[in-house]
């Protein structure tokens, strides 16, 4: 039975999205959009920008000698959604050069806030003065760029207060969760500040009111199998911090119950009240379920983008869902 849980917990943290071939303008712009992160730098005082430059390095993983790759460990769609969408209408975006520069910056600030502000907000990050520097300069570099490009788009100003207003609604206020689906529409609004670039794109792009909201349920359902997927790689640490995850959510009451009653000692994969939860989890087929729930997002968005000729991203989707279905798994 421990040897069968312990491999259960393996499979969980090791499961993965499949990889994406970046096209060779896919490695360009994936190149300017990390080299934002360098510009942000250097916009700080004189006497910061080192220290910011080195704590952006440990931050991302980076050695001496190499590129600054800060969205490496962003899946591909998080950003190429943006070059796919410029690629869609080559000739006819709406965007001129100073657009294009603004979408890169108000993208790439969007991204490293996500990551940033739950780090901080955790205490993962202490919240030191360069920290605070670095977050409410790239909170004003992100408005600086979305106020230009919100300018002479219809609602404009009005989508960017909205979509910010929806992200702080999101993570500010508690919320009773009681259902996956409810779950999930809580992590779209999670995600809402990734929503207003492609938002404000569509709509110098397109008179049609759907390809916005298209757009952005595709890059919702892509989000949420993120969202998904971490909770299947964390599901021995979130049982022991007894973190309401959405495998959490998927269990009857009684079994709720059970995962979230207090222990002094830390459980571990011997403890028999341990083994019955996660025995249920495994049985019951679960996590299964929510594989099946990944799969299905990440179809939505890429028929989506499909319907809309964006067969690039939609091809892209498609590859980080292929593992999870062929996927001859045990759980």
């Given at each position: ?97 100073r ?7 108000a993208?790439?600030m ?13 205490n ?53 969760i009681?259902?996956l ?37 595709a ?63 495994l ?8 594989r ?40």
């Amino acid at each position: 039975m421990e040897d069968r849980i312990s491999d259960f917990l393996s499979s969980c943290s090791h499961m993965d999205f499949g990889a994406v071939s970046l096209s060779e303008g896919e490695e360009s712009f994936y190149g300017e959009l990390n080299h934002e992160i360098l510009s942000l730098c250097k916009s700080l005082p004189e006497s910061t920008q080192t220290d910011a430059i080195l704590f952006i390095m440990g931050y991302a993983g980076a050695s001496f000698g190499e590129d600054l790759v800060f969205f490496g460990n962003y899946y591909v769609p998080s950003w190429s959604i943006i070059y796919w969408l410029v690629q869609s209408r080559p000739d006819d975006t709406g965007l001129a050069e100073r657009d294009r520069e603004n979408v890169r910056m108000a993208h790439a600030m969007a991204m490293f806030l996500h990551s940033l502000d739950d780090h901080i907000n955790d205490n993962e990050l202490p919240a030191t003065h360069l920290t605070l520097l670095l977050r409410s300069q790239s909170w004003m570099a992100m408005n600086n760029a979305l106020a230009s490009l919100a300018d002479g788009v219809d609602q404009g100003t009005r989508i960017v207060q909205g979509l910010i207003n929806d992200y702080y609604s999101s993570i500010c206020r508690p919320h009773d969760i009681e259902s996956l689906d409810r779950y999930c529409d809580l992590f779209r609004k999670q995600m809402a500040t990734w929503f207003i670039v492609p938002a404000l794109m569509t709509k110098r792009m397109s008179s049609d009111p759907d390809f916005t909201d298209a757009i952005q349920k595709a890059y919702g359902s892509f989000g949420i199998a993120w969202r998904l997927l971490d909770d299947i790689q964390d599901l021995e640490t979130d049982f022991e911090k007894r973190t309401h995850s959405s495998v959490y959510l998927c269990l009857p009451a009684e079994v709720k119950s059970a995962w979230d009653r207090e222990t002094e000692q830390k459980r571990d994969a011997s403890d028999g009240h341990t083994k019955a939860i996660l025995n249920h989890i495994l049985e019951n087929g679960v996590v299964e379920g929510i594989r099946e729930r990944i799969c299905s997002e990440l179809e939505s968005a890429a028929s989506i983008a499909d319907h809309y000729h964006i067969t690039g991203l939609a091809d892209e989707f498609r590859c980080l869902a292929r593992p999870l279905k062929n996927r001859c798994d045990h759980l």
